[in-house]
């Protein structure tokens, strides 16, 4: 995943959200009529889903008035089934993958030109899938189309050159990710210590030391047994058309052969659990973060823990400012990421320049102690259960909110993201409804049990020791 451009990227779609949003603030009739109707809009888009033959899903989603489409690739197959001693082998595919040569394009993909010339492009790799969208026009995207069937053909040329090459790419991306932004370290480190033990606690997007050892057969050979047609997921959103794009897709991918590969097995080893205080060379001041186990989402609780979850994040919004530049590098307090894995929920807290561990440990403590207490009213629910209900399904309530939607090319991204990734997630689908059904009551109690310090897990980030400056000698 190419960290810079998802930094833009995310920057781009909340300015587009804050602008939708004063809009649809300051027309009061029509927030008025919508929050009276039930969300009707989206049942209107044609949609398309079904399997080719050879086991590849397809799904089809049209958009009315949008003027772009979007591509997306879903590989079910993500860094919990990396090898033990190889931890970054799916994300390292990935990168070699996205740049390639093949039999259409023998040259090796000029990453930077393809973000270019697409309103969007980018690849990254999850827990349980790697995904490569694009975002363009129809001819854009049958040329991306034709290089993915290339790919799941088993045609992608990946070389030892390539293999150095995105080797070093790959290794400034973990040591960005994984050490130099404070929110991407405790992300790491909250799930290699609450999820020890477990396929998915491991720093996924690799391990230094382990990536060195990736040889060029180890990438082939897993290349060769997970990037098949019938383990994939191809999605398209937008300006669709199904009487033309499914006939095209049939020419495109039709014809790829069937091929059996080994059960992805998700690989979990012991590990020693890394100290839950680290120290980051970059920092003023303390970084911590409270983080909570999410029940699984098929489970009868996930609904309420959602918007438990996502409501003791708006208190924690509300009672913690940020302080400082460097807070804003820390993840957002609340499901991370909802969409994509959800799967633990932070408490982020950035100290005071005079705070220690301690301090900031029992501020968030004290906090959470006295959030039992509050009362909860239904109405109270009413923000938390309208961002679930735009998590699930991002298309908007009333048409002219849906214009704005579909001529904001980017917007695609996330809903063709959450049609994936909510299938392959195994979310229900009767989430949305079963969540807009919870209660003050089952919120409250699940805050007195499930959000209580002691079923946390805390962790910190500790800057390191300033050298004191010696005073200068005077000369004689």
Known sequence: MRSRFRTAFALRVLGFSAVSALLFCWCPSAQSKSDKKPRTWGANAEVSDYRLANGLEIYLEQIPNAKAMGLFLFVKTGYTTDPAGRTGLAHLTEHMVMTASTPLRPEVWDYQRWNKERKGANAMTRPTFTVYYSIGTREQLSVDARRWGEVLAGKADLNQTLLEQERVAMLKEVVHMAARVPGGALMWLARRVVLTGTP????????????????????????????????????????????????????????????????????????AVPPSTRVHPSLGAVHGTFVFPAPAVASAEFPA???????????????????????????????????????????????????DVAAVRQEIETWLEGLSERRLPDRALRGPKLEVENLLDPLPRSAFRARLVASHANMLYRVGMVRGASRLLGFPKDLAARAARVTGEEVKALVSTSFRPKEGTFLALVPSARKEKKPKSKKQ
């Not at 030391?209 to 290349?223: L, T, W």
């Not at 438990?308 to 208190?315: D, E, K, M």
């Not at 460097?326 to 005079?354: C, I, K, Q, W």
């Open 200 to 271: 998915a606690g491991r720093q996924g997007i690799g391990v230094p030391d382990e990536i060195a050892k990736i040889r060029a057969v180890d990438v082939q050979r897993f290349y060769k047994a997970h990037y098949r047609p019938n383990n994939a997921l191809l999605v398209c959103v937008g300006r669709v058309d199904p009487r033309v794009d499914r006939p095209f897709y049939q020419e495109v991918f039709g014809g790829l052969a069937r091929r059996e590969g080994p059960a992805a097995v998700r690989t979990a080893r012991p590990v």
């Open 305 to 355: 823990f959602c918007i438990a979850a996502l409501w003791v994040c708006y208190q924690a919004r509300r009672k913690f400012a940020f302080r400082g530049q460097e807070a804003a590098a820390m993840f957002h307090p609340g499901l991370y990421p909802f969409a994509e894995d959800p799967s633990l929920v932070f408490l982020n807290r950035r100290g005071r320049a005079t705070d």
